[in-house]
């Protein structure tokens, strides 16, 4: 758990670069609903992780459509990092991903978890999940607004990781088929209980002829 925790810290740094126009897009909504805004303020500015998580899960509930749900999920995202809870960033990122299919971050993020996953338990369907999830973080064209330098140097970084989960899936799938193709061996049959010998015949009592 402490390599993951690892990873996903160094995969937040590594990608940061770019976050930072899709983040600055969503903080430049408005949100018009007063009550909204004041809510979604007070979730976001508390200091402590545990609260401004708890505070922003109730936030997405009481406002499922808001504009701004793409930075919520982004900072649970980074809030959920910093408690240390996997499960929830992945949670996080995978909501991200129904609004934002092509969001860098949610998809490296889930990659590593699920490729963590998939290397302990060797379930089938976790690997799936990370290689589909690599494949489509490896067909993500080159933004407009990125230089090629940045983009070469971005996904200089996260490509292995990727190219690491698809080849896991390919393993462990391989693994898979020659279990299922081994012929079976069937048990050594039983060996035959002993069988006791009868008993001698008992002595013949005499007739008690003369």
Do not use: H
């Amino acid at each position: 758990m402490e390599k993951l925790i690892i990873a996903l810290v160094m995969a937040l740094a590594s990608i940061s670069l770019a976050c930072t126009p899709v983040l600055g897009a969503q903080n430049s909504i408005t949100i018009k609903d007063q009550a909204e805004f004041k809510t979604y303020q007070m979730a976001s500015t508390q200091s402590d992780p545990g609260t401004r998580a708890s505070a922003l899960e109730g936030f997405l509930e009481a406002y499922p459509q808001s504009v701004v749900e793409g930075t919520v999920l982004n900072t649970l995202i980074d809030t959920y990092q910093q408690l240390r809870d996997v499960d929830k960033v992945l949670s996080a990122a995978s909501r991200l991903l129904q609004t934002d299919p092509n969001n860098i971050k949610a998809i490296l993020l889930s990659v590593l978890i699920k490729k963590d996953q998939c290397a302990k338990t060797r379930d089938a369907q976790t690997c799936d999940d990370a290689a589909a999830l690599a494949q489509r973080g490896l067909s993500i064209p080159k933004p407009a607004d990125r230089s090629d330098a940045d983009w070469q140097k971005l996904t200089g970084g996260i490509y292995p990781t990727y190219r690491a989960a698809i080849a896991l899936d390919d393993t462990v799938a391989k693994a898979s088929r020659a279990a299922a193709a081994a012929p079976v061996t069937p048990p050594p049959p039983a060996p035959m209980p002993e069988i006791a010998p009868p008993p001698p015949p008992a002595d013949t009592p005499p007739t008690g002829r003369s």
